[in-house]
Each structure stands twice: as structure tokens, then as C-alpha cells.
């Protein structure tokens, strides 16, 4: 598929008989395949979900999407209103927004739909807030600002004030809604004229991005006292989970919700209109576990130790896929440093340089990685210092083969340095030699052994994904 060359890192040999996908720009840190994956997963959907970057040719990122027959795509920034130039149909709901963040693929090309003023409307009804009659206030007025304000109209709120930095952009929204539904209720105001709006008790929803990055302050308004008006404060934003408006609304008493549940929401939406099915509430919960863990718990990474042949990259693809992880392979990062294969450096400069070589890379990478499958070459363990490293990088896999299973798999040629030359019996004996050293050294490195030898690789890296509880398993 064409479309491939556009898939990042870890997503470009994954192999399914359907696909979905994201694109945008940058997408490289995307939550989304956790939700599309597990779905996938626990309705026994054999369909993947890459992220695509594309940096240009949007329409001809489209078309080859659907001549590859993709069934649905994701629209990030900085696409979601250029997209709508390649579609052969737009929702009408989208159309009013003026952004779409959902292809549905139908025979000549995509349907956009924009299921973010659902995600973020549906993540309110869960927690318990009602826009029926509410009065909101709304604080910026980019992109997604736009589904908030269509979101306030369409589920009955009373009133709804917009304050942006650039009154035009509010104007523009306030116009544009008001117009469609036919109505006068959304009043725009310049951040300087925030003490205009009534005193009372609001569903605040902080839509700019203000809050994203450290060091970040509240949002447009500096008097602390106008968020005392805000009974409800909502943040779009959900990395980091608090903002210092989320924070403030909490210490005058309010209740906070950051924007996890809007983007699970809007993701379960897309996933139910690609594949016309209902996704359980018990499910939903679980995905929401799983994100909140990648995107608060920065210590879980995922290690993977075991002899040559048991798996650990094809696995850690696939963990990385599933968890939404980043995937590095130790071998890999050495022979690019190198400029050869594994084998020629063993051949050209010995194994005690290559064994080098391992640990000032575990030292380099201590306490940089988080949310990363790490797989390891097959000797690394076997150094004292090595083992200590890799134990303080993040919970360490061992992938257990026996003698045979591992002689299956390796005696098919593999280019692996130790083994080159060998056949038969000879290759046998040197697998139960170092199998036997080595698997002592394995066992006490490992928090946890997977008996790899009856199950496929696929099956190991769930085994490892619900262990890690980052999986959502669908029990009912
Ligand atoms: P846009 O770039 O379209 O809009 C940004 C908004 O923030 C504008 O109102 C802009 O004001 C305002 N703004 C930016 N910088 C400042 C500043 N320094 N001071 C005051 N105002 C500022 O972004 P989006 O609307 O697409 O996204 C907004 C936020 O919502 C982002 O943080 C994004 O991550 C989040 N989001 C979350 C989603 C989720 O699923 N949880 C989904 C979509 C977005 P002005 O008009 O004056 O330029």
C-alpha cells in the first residue's frame, strides 16, 4: 500500500486484513491507536490503526488512503478544515462546525464527520454535568473552540459568553452558531471586557492553549476572582492533567475535568461510525485506565530480555502498537551508530566491544525513556552492570523458549553473530551451551517469564499488555 510510506516509525510492516488511521502533523505522540487498537482487540477485529504523518499533498494523502481501501481515518491539526476540500460528503453538524476530525469511508471517497463536540459532550454526561439550561462561559476561540459552541447550542445551554484574546475569532464563531441555530444566545467579548458577564455560577470550558506548556499561567483573565464564577471548570487540554486553571477552579471549590474523557469520547465515536457497532461502557472504562496511565504514569516502560529467536522485536512492534509505547531495539540503535550489522562488528571488533557498546547505551538511555518497549539483544543480560541497568529502565520481560523451540527458530539462517557458521548438530550443541549459562541470567533479570514456547508472538505481546494493565480486556 502506498499510503505506507507515510506510516511512522513501528507502524510500517503491520500487517492486517483492515485498517484505520490518523493523520496529521506532528503525530508521532498520538494517544489514538490505544483506543482504535484495543477496540480492535477486544472485539476480535482483525484492523490495525497507524498514524500517518503527512507534511503535504493532504488530497493525495487522501485518495491513496482510499484506493488502499482504508475504512476510517482521524483528521488532527493541522488538517481538520482543510480535509473538507477532499471529501465527497461532510455531516451536517460538521459542516456548521467547520472542521471535521473523522473520515467514514463510502464508495468514491470519505464522509467527514466531527465527533469532537460529541467525545467532549458525552465525557460531560459521565460526569454528571448537564448543559440543558446552563450558562457557560468559554475561554478562547480557535478550532475547537467552534465544536464547544456548537456542542453549548445543540444540548440547550442558556447562555454562552465567549473571551478570546482576538474578539474577531469569537465574533466569527458567535456569528456563525448563532446564525445556525437561529438564535442569540452566544455573546463574544474581548479578554478585556470579561467583567461585562454576570455574576453567578458557570460551566467554564477553557478552550485555548494556554496551560499545555510548564510555566504557563491561567488562561486570558489574570484577576484570580473572576474563576470563582466557574462551578464546573473543563480544560480541553489533558497533558499535563491539571492546569493552573483546573487548579484554581479546584481550590475555590469546583469540580475539574480535563480533556481525556473529550478525546477518549471522540474516539469511541469515530470508531462506532467506521464500524457500525456499539462499544460497551465496561470497555470504554478500561481504554480510559489504559490512557490515563500512559499519559500520568511516565515510569512504565516495558523491557524485553531472552535469547536470539524469542521474539522481543517482533513483539515490542507489536506491545508498541497496542499501548501506543514508543519502540526501540538496543541491536538496532548500536548498528546505526556503527554503520554495520551486528555480526560485522563481533567478526571486525570483537564481542567484548560490542558488550561495550550495550552498556554505555543503558547508561545514556536511564531515566530519558518513558512509555518505550525496549528490546534487547540476546547477551545483553549477561553482564552484572547491565542487569542493574536494564531492572532500573522498567519492568523486565524474559521470553522463555525451550532448547528445541529456540533450535526451530534459529536454524533457518539468521545473520546472528555467535551462531554464524553453525548447522546441525554443532549449531544444536552451541544453543544448549549458551542457553545453559544464560538462562540462570535471564530468570533473575526478569520481573516476569512468558513461556513463549506454545504461543505466537502475537499472543506474547498481549500476554505483557495485561500484565503491564495497560490493556483493555472486555470480560462480559
Ligand atoms: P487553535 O490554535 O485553533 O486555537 C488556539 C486558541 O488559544 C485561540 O483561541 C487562541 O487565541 C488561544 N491562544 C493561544 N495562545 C494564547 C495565548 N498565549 N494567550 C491567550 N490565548 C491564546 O487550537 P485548537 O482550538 O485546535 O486547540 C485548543 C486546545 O484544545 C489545545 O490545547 C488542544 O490541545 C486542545 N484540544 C483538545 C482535544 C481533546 O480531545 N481533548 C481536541 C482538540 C483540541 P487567538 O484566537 O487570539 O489566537
Not at 498514524?51 to 488530497?59: A, E, K, S, V
Not at 510555566?215 to 484577576?223: A, K, N, R, T, V
Request: include cysteine; hydrophobic fraction near 40%; aromatic fraction near 8%.
Amino acid at each position: 500500500m502506498e499510503i505506507m510510506k507515510y506510516a511512522i516509525e513501528g507502524y510500517r510492516d503491520v500487517e492486517a486484513l483492515e485498517y484505520l488511521g490518523i493523520f496529521g502533523n506532528p503525530i508521532k505522540h498520538t494517544l489514538s491507536p490505544i483506543i482504535h487498537n484495543t477496540i480492535s482487540r477486544n472485539l476480535n477485529k482483525n484492523m490495525r490503526y497507524i498514524p500517518f504523518q503527512i507534511t503535504d499533498n493532504l488530497g493525495d494523502a487522501v485518495k491513496m488512503a482510499h484506493d488502499a481501501g482504508i475504512v476510517g481515518l482521524n483528521i488532527t491539526v493541522p488538517y481538520k478544515q482543510q480535509v473538507m476540500e477532499y471529501l465527497v460528503d461532510i455531516d451536517e453538524a460538521a459542516k456548521v462546525i467547520g472542521a471535521v476530525n473523522t473520515l467514514v469511508r463510502c464508495n468514491k471517497g470519505y464522509k467527514g464527520y466531527n465527533t469532537d463536540m460529541y467525545g467532549l459532550a458525552k465525557s460531560l454526561v459521565s460526569e454528571g454535568v448537564k448543559l440543558e439550561g446552563a450558562k457557560v462561559i468559554m475561554l478562547g476561540a480557535g478550532g475547537a473552540a467552534r465544536a464547544v459552541a456548537y456542542m453549548c447550542l445543540k444540548y440547550g445551554a442558556d447562555r454562552v459568553y465567549i473571551v478570546n484574546r482576538t474578539f474577531e475569532n469569537a465574533k466569527n464563531i458567535a456569528d456563525d452558531m448563532n446564525a445556525a441555530f437561529d438564535c442569540d444566545k452566544i455573546i463574544p467579548l474581548s479578554a478585556s471586557d470579561y467583567y461585562i458577564i454576570p455574576n453567578g455560577r458557570y460551566i467554564m470550558i477553557q478552550c485555548t492553549s494556554v496551560g499545555l506548556h510548564e510555566g504557563d499561567g491561567l488562561p486570558l483573565i489574570s484577576d484570580e476572582s473572576f474563576f470563582e464564577k466557574a462551578e464546573i471548570g473543563v480544560d480541553l487540554i489533558y497533558n499535563p492533567a491539571k492546569t493552573p486553571f483546573l487548579k484554581l477552579v479546584e481550590e475555590n471549590g469546583g469540580k475539574a475535568i480535563n480533556g481525556l474523557g473529550m478525546l477518549l469520547h471522540q474516539g469511541v465515536k469515530a470508531y462506532e461510525l467506521w464500524n457500525d457497532v456499539e462499544i460497551s461502557e465496561k470497555l470504554i472504562k478500561n481504554i480510559y485506565k489504559a490512557l490515563c496511565r500512559v499519559s500520568y504514569d511516565n515510569t512504565d516502560n516495558i523491557v524485553l530480555v531472552g535469547y536470539m529467536g524469542c521474539g522481543k522485536s517482533t513483539v515490542g512492534r507489536f506491545l508498541s502498537m497496542a499501548c501506543g509505547y514508543d519502540f526501540i531495539d538496543t541491536d538496532e540503535i548500536i548498528e546505526k551508530r556503527e554503520g554495520m550489522s551486528t555480526s560485522d562488528i563481533f567478526s571486525n571488533k570483537g564481542e567484548e566491544y560490542f558488550r561495550k557498546l550495550e552498556t554505555e547505551l543503558l547508561r545514556e538511555l536511564k531515566g530519558k525513556l518513558k512509555n518505550t518497549v525496549i528490546a534487547t539483544g540476546g547477551g545483553m543480560p549477561v553482564k552484572e552492570e547491565n542487569r542493574a541497568l536494564l531492572k532500573e529502565l522498567g519492568k523486565v520481560f524474559y521470553l522463555k523458549a525451550s532448547l528445541d523451540t529456540t533450535y526451530q527458530r534459529v536454524s533457518g539462517g539468521t545473520g546472528r553473530p555467535l551462531l554464524d557458521d553453525l548447522d546441525g548438530n554443532s549449531l544444536y550443541n552451541k544453543i544448549k551451551e549458551m542457553t545453559a549459562i544464560r538462562t540462570p541470567i535471564y530468570t533473575e533479570v526478569a520481573d516476569e517469564i512468558i513461556d513463549t514456547n506454545e504461543i505466537s508472538e502475537y499472543e506474547v505481546h498481549k500476554v505483557i499488555a495485561a500484565s503491564m494493565s495497560s490493556y483493555a480486556k472486555d470480560v462480559e
